[in-house]
T-cell receptor, first 116, second 112 residues
Framework: DTGVSQNPRHKITKRGQNVTFRCDPI?????LYWYRQTLGQGPEFLTY????????KSRLLSDRFSAERPKGSFSTLEIQRTEQGDSAMYLC??????????????FGEGSRLTVL | TQLLEQSPQFLSIQEGENLTVYCNSS?????LQWYRQEPGEGPVLLVT?????EVKKLKRLTFQFGDARKDSSLHITAAQPGDTGLYLC????????????FGQGTELSVKP
């Protein structure tokens, strides 16, 4: 399978714990995006990378959230001191830079976080 | 403030009926996309429209981009239970860089 891969698919944690999600994009895609989605809502933009550079971060991304893409391939999204309001599906998507203006993103299956 | 407003938010219809979902904004979009998402999965791209007034057809689905590039519609003819899912419009604006902004989605349920 050469699609976008995310893990873990599900994570249940207690409030105050740290969690990390990993995303492996489609290999030739140089753009990588993170979105957050709550039940019945559309995905909300969090951040995106072009190669290893983080080009934009949403105001939704508080200082408890950090994303990296150290070698321009896979990316990690870490949430420190989790809160119940962080419970959501975290979606990763990738695309080619030359297609960025067309909005053609390829999404992974998401990582569902439940904070107790 | 939602940049892209979708309506209706929920739609429950019988198999064989037609339906239209709307996506509206006060902003001009360089391109607009429709995605479909099933429970527990990521969104999957259905279509991209880039030209004002453009109409695209995908089997029983017809997508239209408004002349002013601020709105779009998705029409489904003779809906089937397999069409059930969350339909999302999304777009890129000229001043948003490469990021894609989503509407809140339309939850469609087609009953046999």
């Amino acid at each position: 399978d050469t699609g976008v891969s995310q893990n873990p698919r599900h994570k249940i944690t207690k409030r105050g714990q740290n969690v990390t999600f990993r995303c492996d994009p489609i290999s030739e895609h140089n753009r990588l995006y993170w979105y957050r989605q709550t039940l019945g809502q559309g995905p909300e933009f969090l951040t995106y990378f072009q190669n290893e550079a983080q080009l934009e971060k949403s105001r939704l991304l508080s200082d408890r959230f950090s994303a990296e893409r150290p070698k321009g391939s896979f990316s990690t999204l870490e949430i420190q001191r989790t809160e119940q309001g962080d419970s959501a599906m975290y979606l990763c998507a990738s695309s080619l830079e030359r297609l960025a203006g067309t909005g053609e993103l390829f999404f992974g299956e998401g990582s569902r976080l439940t904070v107790l | 403030t939602q940049l892209l407003e979708q309506s209706p938010q929920f739609l429950s219809i019988q198999e064989g009926e037609n339906l239209t979902v709307y996506c509206n904004s006060s902003s001009v979009f360089s391109s607009l996309q429709w995605y479909r998402q099933e429970p527990g999965e990521g969104p999957v791209l259905l279509v991209t429209v880039v030209t004002g007034g453009e109409v695209k057809k995908l089997k029983r689905l017809t997508f239209q981009f408004g002349d002013a590039r601020k709105d779009s519609s998705l029409h489904i003819t003779a809906a089937q239970p397999g069409d059930t899912g969350l339909y999302l419009c999304a777009g890129t604006t000229y001043n948003q860089g490469g990021k894609l902004i989503f509407g809140q989605g339309t939850e469609l349920s087609v009953k046999p």
